[in-house]
Every structure is written in C-alpha cells, then in structure tokens.
C-alpha cells in the first residue's frame, strides 16, 4: 500500500480506516490486519503531536492507546473502539474503500465501529489542541472484539489498574448516539459426542456420534433452550440456539466425531453458573464433552448510572436525547464492567446497518458523534 497522507478531516481518517482489511482472523481476515491499521493510527497520532502506547494482550497482538494528558495527578476519561470486522462475504460496496452515496459513507467497518474510533480520535485531536485541558483523555483502539474480545479482556485485567482515577469508558458502538447503560452477555461453548468409526457396510460394528449428537439436540431444544425466558427491562429477553454443527469424515465411514457450538444470551442478573447448571441438568444421562466455553458477561445498569448522570448535559447541550436504554447484543463493555469500570455504549449509527452487505454509515452521524466526544472530554469534573 501506498504511503497515504495525513487525514484533513474526519471522514478522511475514516477512509483510511475503512481501506485497511481487519476482517477478524477468525472468520478469514489477514493475521496482520489490525495490527497494521493500529500501526497507521499509532503514526497519525503521533504527527498531530499526541502520546501512544502499544499494550500487549498476551496472545502476541496489541491495542493501541492513543492519548493526551493534562496533569499526572488528573482524572481519566477513556474511549474505546475495536479495531476488527466481520467477514466481506457477499458485500455489493467495495469493502475497503469509503464510497458516498449521498449521505451515506460505505464500507466494511463503516458502522461497526471504525466510524466511532475515527470520530474518537478526531475529537482527541481537537481537545489536545485546545485550551484548558481539564482531566487526562485516552482512546483505546482495541482488538478481537467480533470473536473473542481478547483485546477488552486485556486491557481490563493487565492496564485499567493503573490509570488510578477513572471516571468511565465510552465504549464505541452503533447505538445511534443514544447511551446504552445495559445490554444482554453472551456464553458460548462447544459440546462435543464421540463414537466408533466403521465402515458402512456394516454399521453394527461401529457407533455414530451423529446419532448421539441427534439426541443431545433434541435434549438441548426440550430442555435447556425453553429456559431462556427471563426479562430485563432494558435489554429484552434472553435466548439459545445451536447454532454450528461439524461431524461425520466421508460417506462410507460410520461418524466417531460431532460437535455443535451453541449461543446462550444471558440477562442481566443470570449468571454463566446458573446457565452452565441448567445445561448440565438437561443432558444429564448422555455421553457429552464441553470444552472452548467463552463469556462476555452481561452488562447491569448499576456499572452505568453515575457515568450517565454525568454525561448529560452534554447530551442536553446538543440537543441529543440522553435517555438511558438498552441493548441484547453483548459488548467489550462486559469486560471493562467485570473489574468495576463505569461505563456507556454510545456511537453514531445503527445496530441494523452493521454486519450488512452494504455496511454504511450517515455522515451527519459521524460529525454529530465527534462534536458530542469533544463535548465529554471538556465536561467539568461535575457537571451536574
């Protein structure tokens, strides 16, 4: 790739942004993807004369801090933003270059969510190059967050200890700049059946996982899938599902391996115990494995509440509604909630315009999210 110029504007930046390919390694993307857009953001910053640090996750990759200080002992506002995509599959926009369409900007990551780090870090720009900096503000491009979110679950653990007193994180997502105070976590895993591979023109010589993974799905939509009914008022419903299915080697060989991966959206106040204990209660008497189980907890309003009181006059002063609502997807917000961080979900754009084959986002989104960044950093300390 060609040298590129420094952004002017911040729809230049997110061009530069959209034009790295960070499809999540997991679905295809390229094992350098974030890493190399993180590379470019690292230099931008640090030509508009802003700090940076690379803060190792552990598994060989890094997120980027990008930040200005105002005095050591200040306080820290955090932004946070993921830097990885979904796949490109099947898209009808190119997918690594922003193309306008009226007041639509497409491309992969246009929406979810390089539009939210872009209007972040344009807006640090602004408030490093302003006067009367109050508190110390950081923007934390993050990675792995469609898959794993290794790179929230890093910085939680291994950074957000030593930035001693932090007002909150602003996690970036498409939330049409309203704030999400609580949203709905995932647990995932997979269960696994084993069996005695044969030929199969004889199959009493062998035992088929598949026949065994038939009967542990029809347990799961019987006895565990029904029990995802309780309610949280912000956040909707819980829900499971079964959602990948592998086994079988060739035609002619009896299966001795099957897998399925199945979703569980918890509310917030379920707990991965609680649900784990149902499952294990509804295959009870079958031969099963689990392993590769993953959680993103659910997030509860009470890690959200002062963080939101405090952000509201800046909505009011844009004339934004600043409405506490909700969400049933699960965010990197999860993580930096588990170790006590307040913290909001609140980024231009629509959940129902990501993870689309023609992924866009409304440029007067994009500007009124920069203006109400800028407007949170310059907050006073209390602005209630």
């Known amino acids: 790739m060609t040298t590129l110029p420094p952004p002017s504007s911040c729809e230049e930046l997110l061009a530069q942004m959209v034009s790295f390919e960070t499809v999540n390694v997991g679905f295809g993307g390229p094992e350098d993807g974030e890493a190399r857009l993180a590379a470019r953001l690292e230099a931008i910053a640090e030509a508009w004369g802003l700090k940076t640090r690379r803060c190792p996750t552990g598994t060989g990759a890094f997120n980027l801090l990008v930040f200005a200080e105002a005095a050591a002992e200040a306080e820290w506002l955090l932004f946070e933003s993921h830097l990885d995509t979904v796949s490109v599959e099947g898209m009808t926009v190119p997918p690594f270059q922003l193309t306008v369409a009226g007041d639509r900007l497409h491309g992969r990551g246009a929406c979810d969510t390089k539009g939210s780090g872009a209007a972040m870090l344009w807006a640090l720009k602004q408030y490093a190059a302003g006067p009367g900096r109050t508190r110390n503000v950081g923007v934390v491009f993050s990675v792995d967050e469609e898959a794993q979110m290794i790179g929230a679950q890093a910085f939680a653990t291994r950074d957000l200890p030593h930035f001693g007193k932090l007002r909150g994180i602003v996690v970036g997502e498409p939330t049409r700049l309203r704030p999400v105070v609580a949203h709905n976590g995932a647990l995932r895993w997979r269960t696994i059946t084993r069996g005695v591979a044969a030929h199969s023109a004889d199959p009493t010589r062998g035992r088929s996982a598949i026949s065994a993974m038939v009967r542990v799905i029809g347990a799961l939509e019987t006895r565990f899938i029904p029990l995802a009914h309780r309610e949280f008022p912000l956040t909707g419903r819980a829900a499971a599902s079964v959602n990948v299915i592998r086994g079988g080697a060739a035609v002619n060989i ?107 986002l409304d440029r007067r989104a994009l500007q009124a999210a920069g203006d109400l960044y800028l407007a949170l950093m310059r907050l006073p300390a209390s602005s209630q």
């Not at 399925?260 to 106040?269: E, F, K, N, S, Y």
């Not at 991965?272 to 392993?291: C, P, T, Y």
């Not at 993953?294 to 909505?315: G, T, V």
């Not at 600043?322 to 307040?342: I, R």
Request: charged share 20%.
């Open 254 to 360: 009896i299966p001795d391996y099957c897998e399925i991966i199945c979703d569980r959206r918890l509310v917030p106040g379920e707990t991965a115990a609680q649900v784990i204990a149902e499952r294990d209660a509804a295959l009870a008497g079958l031969a099963v494995e689990h392993d590769g189980q993953y959680l993103a907890p659910p997030l509860p309003p009470e890690n959200s509440a002062a963080l939101h009181r405090w952000m509201l006059p800046a909505f009011a002063a844009h004339h934004l509604d600043g409405t506490a609502t909700g969400a049933s997807y699960a965010t990197d917000a999860s993580h930096f909630a588990a170790v006590g961080a307040q913290v909001i979900v609140l980024g231009p754009g629509d959940i129902a315009q990501a993870h689309t084959k023609d992924e866009w």
